[in-house]
């Protein structure tokens, strides 16, 4: 555990001794830290609501002034059994109820086992800590919300009340992490996508399931443009695959048994389904037919990688057409829970932009090079500067990986050497690994500093084994090429709602669904404004015009709004010298232009991100 860590931890159990100084009655379930703070569980008559947060807190100031230590206790799991019938867990001192929480915990740890008790001045619980040493030792914090909570997650248990806060060393970091709270609320991509009209999520389609308006589908098209031109440098050859496709494909490739729970159900024929309904065949029953292979079916695919293997095996190979690189937009679906789901960032059907390199073991280290190095293009173009690489190997513990060791071997060495050869900063986590293969995440930072997993890279010697994939050497001899998988951005969705919180709906100049507005001063500059316009479209420049009845005003405080890059404000004067008046989101009024140097000016900054 963390120092900061070890602080919200001993805040917690602060908050549990105030809320029992004001409320004895109260029953304590868990305490942990989590990501950026802290929560209590707690079962109270009382409900307790963000007017009650001013007289807990000034109560846990009093703890935190008394200075109490933190004593670690061990006793037996009979000991504890006893202190938890008399109430004295979860609580202050002995009470004429028991700690009912305490003792279904108790319940299900081993008899022989002791239990780490800790108390700080009268307030005792189960925990194995660690803490800070004295609750003066806890710094800054405030309460910052209360939520419902079943016990254990399990919605047949009591509903709880969930009380979280935050505390960090110091006064500064905890208002500096509040400022960064307000920011991540007007940098929102629910918030933007709404106001900006980039996306939608609709109950009627579907949740997670994201339209795309046509503002947000001109985003998307210019980062599709944007990676399908550096794939044309790079050699790759742009294939599509269909939406769905035969369990017994995903069976063989893992990604069935593996992502079962995550999937959405199969898909069986209805000549298949009319016959089983003939036999009275349970649903049940058909789970496990399913499951055991008696009947096929079909899947909506998660994965894009088992249709590239095919469109490989479909062509016998030389080692002369080696590597072979081939790239889609492919469109996956994944049942995550509805409460797992978050706008554009957790989505059920989303867009990856895939591809999967089949070369030889002596080309995996170029290779692996050049997706690399695509992945900082991608970031350096978009300003992302902030980020860490993380290599996911294979938990040697856990069974949910394919493939044997010597191969698991072979391909985490290759991305270690890949990228101690360019150079990048990385950590090496254990259990992060696809279930086919190690990889290579780039974990973005944005502005506020929040992480992103976005761009990733897989060397993969398992898939073409099982699919039986070879080439002919330069022997004559058949051998098993390896397979890269990489993507980029990852999932376009994920990308775009990461971008749109990263500029704050400022996109820069290529990425803006509108990169110019024709703002008439008046209707009778409505012609000329319409002649200007023409010209802006006939130079492939995103534009529209203002022709609302709107004071000039107000239609650039619209426009500043909905973000527009540029106002072109005409006027009596700007019709008359057959120039234009502009404002700049970014400068504000940067004076006149002619037509003709306005539109050479927009297309040297977005050829500028082509040069970058």
Not at 250 to 259: E, K, L, N
């Amino acid at each position: 555990m963390t120092e900061i860590e070890r602080v919200r931890h001993s805040c917690a159990h602060v908050l549990a001794t105030a809320i029992l100084r004001i409320w004895p009655a109260a029953q304590f379930a868990a305490g942990p830290p989590v990501e950026n703070g802290f929560y209590y569980d707690l079962e109270l008559d009382h409900h307790i609501s963000p007017p009650d947060f001013e007289q807990i807190e000034a109560e846990m100031r009093k703890v935190i002034k008394e200075n109490q230590p933190f004593d670690r206790i061990v006793v037996s799991r009979n000991e504890a059994f006893e202190l938890a019938k008399e109430g004295r867990l979860g609580a202050l001192g002995p009470r004429a109820v028991p700690s009912k929480f305490k003792l279904d915990i108790l319940r299900g740890i081993p008899e022989d086992e002791e239990i780490s008790l800790y108390r700080n001045g009268d307030f005792t619980d189960l925990c194995a800590g660690p803490h800070v040493l004295r609750t003066g030792n806890i710094g800054a914090f405030k309460l910052t919300s209360i939520a419902s909570a079943y016990y254990k997650g399990d919605s047949n248990n009591p509903q709880l009340q969930r009380v979280y806060g935050t505390a960090f060393k110091t006064r500064t970091e905890l208002e500096q992490y509040f400022q960064q709270r307000e920011e991540a609320k007007k940098r929102d991509h629910r918030k933007l996508g709404r106001e900006l009209e980039l996306f939608h999520i609709d109950d009627e389609v579907g949740l997670g399931l994201v339209l795309w308006k046509p503002k947000g589908a001109i985003i998307r098209k210019e980062l599709q443009a944007f990676i399908s031109e550096e794939l044309r440098k790079q050699g790759y050859s742009e294939v599509f695959t269909p939406h769905i496709g035969k369990l017994a494909l995903f069976r063989t490739s893992g990604h069935y048994p593996y992502y079962r729970e995550s999937q959405f159900p199969p898909l069986i024929e209805p000549d298949t389904l009319a016959r089983l309904a003939e036999e009275d065949c349970s649903c049940a029953e058909l789970s496990n037919r399913l499951k055991g292979g008696e009947i096929d079916g079909y899947l909506l695919k998660p994965m894009n990688c088992p249709m590239h293997i095919k469109i490989y095996s479909s062509t016998p190979h030389s080692y002369r057409d080696l590597p072979i690189r081939l790239a889609e937009f492919g469109t996956v679906y994944r049942w995550e829970q509805s409460g797992e789901l978050g706008g554009m960032t957790r989505v059920r059907g989303f867009t990856q932009d895939d591809a999967h390199i089949f070369c030889t073991e002596d080309q995996v280290a170029t290779e692996l090079q050049g997706c690399l190095e695509l992945v900082l293009k991608v970031l350096g173009t978009l300003g992302m500067s902030s980020y860490r690489v993380r290599i996911g190997l294979r938990d040697t513990d856990s069974a949910k990986y394919v493939g044997t060791s010597a191969q698991w071997h072979r391909a985490e060495e290759a991305l270690r050497e890949t990228v101690k050869s360019i150079a990048i900063p990385c950590t090496e986590e254990r259990g992060e690994a696809a279930f086919y293969g190690p990889k290579i995440d780039f974990v973005v930072k944005d502005v506020i500093g929040r992480e992103w997993q976005l761009g990733t890279v897989q060397v993969d010697y398992n898939l073409p084994e099982r699919f039986g994939l070879s080439y002919i050497a330069a022997d004559n001899s058949p051998r098993r090429p390896v397979m890269i998988h990489r993507a980029p951005f990852g999932s376009l969705e994920r990308f775009c709602g990461v971008l749109i919180e990263h500029f704050a709906g400022n996109f820069p100049l290529w990425l803006a669904p509108e990169q110019a507005r024709v703002l008439p001063i008046s209707a009778r500059h409505e012609e000329y404004g319409r002649s200007i316009l023409k010209l802006l479209l006939d130079r492939q420049i995103r534009a529209t015009i203002d022709e609302s009845s709107d004071k000039i005003g107000a239609k650039i405080r619209l426009a500043q709004l909905e973000k527009v890059p540029y106002m072109l404000v005409l006027g009596a004067r700007e019709e008359q010298t057959g120039e234009i008046a502009v404002r700049s989101r970014k400068n504000g009024d940067e004076g006149a232009f002619s037509a003709p140097e306005f539109v050479e000016r927009i297309q040297m900054e977005v050829k500028e991100r082509q040069r970058d």
